[in-house]
């Protein structure tokens, strides 16, 4: 399971300069923001300031490409049905199928809203690496138990993928091939899912021994040495006041 | 099975992190009751990682081939763990592989991890019903079918009511109904699958099945 991720949080450029929290809270106004648009006549301006945000942040478009074709299968599946079932007012009848206005409108915002809140979501977590972003999630008010968890997770996931994939390559050369559906097949598979659970619950055992070890739990000073400065803050009260200028544009138009 | 970013409207997208945000507090502040509350927290993580990597193990369903949910199983084996691990599971998701969204992630965590809560609270009945193999394979098909099951029917209600679709109010049930329908079959391997995995721990590690 390789992510690639964070192959190009070490770039340089403002986004990337940019302090985690202001990051995470403006980006995320803007998704909100974007996700509240509606109005067709905002949505140029919607594009464009994605465009402007991706431009600044220095990623290559192959990244972006790359990350968007897998949600893109649903994205298209939506495309395609809904200007055919959704409205009333048919702008084109093609044999037994009316492509409707209503829904070809519908297509077209849901498309540029995924569009922007994608874009703009790669930014957030293309410029940043994983583990700081939950640092400074934890900063701003997250659960202890869940940022724990997710490092964690995030610490072990790989580890834990490469042992599925090693148990079933052992699997295998032992001579298992399922290529029909049949109950013995499920229980071995079934088996094998239950092996990977039993191993890591074994494993957790002795990371928590070790942590335990090294001082978990026990207060100490802070980790999170997170610094905005004054310059950091701008840019979050710019990119608020954008976030605002759509809901509030939204709501005018 | 995850809802992506664009679609719904932000009424509901609001209303999703609103119950998320609910719900984790409760689960939270339930974990917190317990004597060590730090001590589960390992297991927990390390569980959510392998249910996340056991979910991709496919079935062969000729002529293609079918992943699992298992959520009811890890609502069974997770406990209040299980709603910040399916938030947390989602949010990896949508990040690493733009798979679901990020303005989605309430609705899509409420989709997912009530029904988890469900299945533990049901797998509980195990504690009276006895803890033999056949009755952890029915409580462990129950938990498996009721999970995936409870998910498809949140998932297609809250598509179908919401997609900005000019649909008949009566198309609509009749869609969401046929829809469901076409799961079962999905549900009833999912449930004998999860029925499988419990025995399976049952036999190995019984303390993994929390209710035990």
Redesign the interface.
Known sequence: MNIGLDQYVYLASPLHRWEPRCKLIGLMALIFAFSFVGNLSILPAMLVVTAAVFAVSKLPVSFMLRRLRYPGFFILAVILILPFVSGSTVVLSMGPLDLRQEGLISVLSIAARFLSILTIGLVLFGTTPLLTTIKSMRALGLPSILADMAFLFFRYLFEISDELRRMETAMRLRGLSLRRFSIHGLRTLAWLGGSILVRSYERADSVYKAMILRGYGQAGRSQYDLRASSRDLIALGVILMVAGGFIAGDILV | MHI???????SV?ASGYAATTAI?WYS?HK??QKEN???D??????????????S??H????PTSVHLV?NGLLGV?LGY?AF??I???L??Q??????G???TLGINAVIMGLPALVCFYIFRLRNIAGKGERMTGAFGFLAGFGGVGVSAVLLLVILLTN?????DASVERTAIFTLTLAHVPLMA?EG???A??AV??QR??PE?LVGA
């Open positions: 992506p970013d664009g679609i719904l409207p932000i997208t984790t939270v974990i917190n509350p730090r001590e927290i390992p297991k927990a993580a390390l569980l959510t990682a392998a249910f996340f990597v056991a991709l193990i079935i062969p369903v000729p298992l084996t763990f910040p691990a938030l947390i599971g949010f990896f949508a990040v690493m592989f733009q798979h969204g990020l303005t997609i900005p679709a000019e649909l391997i004998a699958f999860t499988l995995m399976f721990l190995v590690r993994i």
